[in-house]
């Protein structure tokens, strides 16, 4: 519009030339011209473009939105996805004429947004943190899997701290908050949340909630106050929500690939630490790392570590073994066909009777495993030897060398399995020295080239008895008041006796 104004003012104020005007801005004279003759803005109206080689594929395209539009956003089809469908039923034109007729599909099907207005909040140090989940893609132990990964932000310093787990359980729950507040070194007098089944029982009118029993329990434990959102009101903790789309930018694109989760929250820890030094979204002179020092004396400091498990009953099957999420644990012999308590945490399964652990594994996230305890199952041997040459448990034990060389050996000979057993019963009498003390019998066994559970025996006798010292006579030796004379005739007067046979 400002050149069109100075075309004018110079032709009707300087009374410059169409001509002059033309050639000062390189346009034609029937633009002059028509500049000329405009007073008002010029308005541009936007044309329809028609879409000439998509022809009959409208039909298709315009169903393939239809039926896209019911399905979850996840797995809706994008347009380049459309147009590679299009291509396979034949369609010739370009991906544009897709793009553009897909942008004004969607433009003419969505309902009209009512926009909201917010006000911009201000959060004291040491008050509110933020906590969210997250589902991402990684590579652990060279398998693609799912992730659940726990954010918390302090709302002050933006300090932010994430944790990965297989699950989205109440055990992870627990667990992610004990390695929050171990990360920030104290805890939030406020923690604010969606309205997740792990925390939230029952939602009431307004803000009122029911939590859940034992996250009131870590709450109680910590002395934080737990605020739930208002359902589908995730402005109310829009710092995290915010935090999920950076962190899997900045961390989960390209693809993480790690042999374990041990390995990958480390790195996800160190990652944040780094992270800190970007500058604070409203303090901008300075860092988000500088603002958490300010902020950490104020946290409330951490007594002690919260005991994260979840507990329940369960029932030991004749098999001695407890199936937790699809896989199978084993529990002593004893307690078969018994009830007992399962505590299950984020990496461990405790199983507990009469207020001791009597069992404990290492927790799988697969399906159909067995984790067996060879040790549980002894007492059994002790009445069915026969089970030592094909039970699982005893098929896939990893034992020492000379202890696998010395079994196939007494394995072969009569009456094997029952000799054995008996060493395998010392040894677990020995208690946790016992293998080792099995182990070396064994090797020495070996050396002598004499194979025999007796030999073995023996060997771990001698190995496992307590040296035991020589008394010492601590008696007065007694001394004689008249010391004796040598006389050499009494000799002879022996030899003179006559005896009588």
């Not at 000329?36 to 010029?42: G, I, Q, R, W, Y």
């Not at 896209?68 to 396979?88: F, G, I, N, S």
């Not at 529990?331 to 299950?344: D, I, M």
């Not at 004796?484 to 006559?498: E, F, G, K, M, T």
Request: with cysteine; hydrophobic share 40%.
């Amino acid at each position: 519009m400002d050149i069109i104004a100075e075309i004018r003012r110079r032709h009707f104020i300087e009374n410059e030339t169409i001509s002059s005007l033309a050639q000062t801005f390189k346009l034609s004279r029937p633009t002059i011209r028509k500049h000329l003759k405009t007073v008002e803005e010029p308005a541009y109206v936007r044309t329809e473009q028609p879409y000439p080689k998509l022809g009959a594929h409208i039909v298709q395209l315009k169903a393939s939105l239809e039926t896209d539009a019911a399905l979850p956003r996840k797995q809706r089809r994008t347009a380049q996805r459309l147009y590679e469908c299009l291509q396979v039923e034949g369609y010739q034109g370009g991906y544009t004429a897709v793009q553009r007729y897909v942008k004004d599909w969607k433009k003419q099907s969505s309902s009209p947004t009512i926009k909201q207005a917010f006000v911009p909040l201000a959060f004291p140090p040491g008050e509110t943190c933020q906590f969210d989940w997250s589902h991402e893609t990684a590579e652990i132990g060279g398998i693609e899997q799912p992730l659940k990964v726990a954010h918390f932000r302090l709302t002050y310093s933006r300090q932010m701290f994430v944790v990965a787990y297989p699950r989205e359980t109440q055990e992870m729950v627990l667990d992610a908050h004990n390695q929050a507040f171990a990360f920030f070194g104290g805890v939030p007098k406020r923690m604010v949340y969606d309205n997740l089944k792990t925390v939230v029982d029952a939602i009431f009118v307004g803000k009122e909630r029911r939590f859940n029993r034992r996250f009131l329990a870590l709450a109680n434990h910590y002395l934080f106050e737990p605020v739930a959102c208002t359902p589908a009101s995730g402005w109310e903790k829009g710092q995290v929500e915010n935090q999920v789309g950076n962190v899997r930018e900045w961390l989960f694109t390209p693809k993480a690939r790690f042999a374990d989760f041990a390995s990958l929250n480390a790195w996800l820890a160190t990652r944040c630490r780094e992270l800190a030094g970007r500058s604070h979204p409203e303090q901008s002179s300075r860092t988000i790392a500088a603002c958490f020092v300010e902020e950490k004396p104020l946290l409330m400091p951490v007594q002690a570590c919260f005991d994260s498990y979840v507990e329940e009953m369960r029932r030991v099957s004749q098999l001695c073994l407890i199936r937790i999420d699809r896989n199978r644990y084993s529990v002593p012999a004893e307690w078969a066909n018994s009830v007992v308590s399962v505590r299950l945490t984020s990496d461990r399964v405790r199983m507990v009777a009469d207020g001791h652990v009597i069992a404990e594994h290492e927790r799988r996230f697969g399906r159909d495993q067995l984790i067996c305890d060879p040790w549980h199952y002894l007492p059994v041997l002790e009445k069915k030897p026969g089970a030592l040459r094909h039970g699982a448990p005893f098929v896939t034990w990893d034992l020492p060398m000379s202890i696998k060389v010395v079994r196939d050996r007494i394995l072969k000979q009569d009456q094997g399995d029952r000799a054995f057993v008996d060493l395998l019963l010392m040894a677990r009498d020995l208690g946790d020295s016992g293998l080792d003390a099995l182990d070396v019998a064994c090797d020495l066994t070996l050396q002598t080239g004499v194979i025999s559970a007796a030999i073995v025996l023996n060997e771990m006798h001698r190995l496992t008895e307590a040296a035991q010292p020589k008394a010492l006579d601590t008696t007065p030796t007694p001394t004689l008041t008249l010391e004796p004379v040598a006389d050499c005739s009494r000799y002879d007067d022996l030899r003179s006796v006559r005896h009588v046979h």
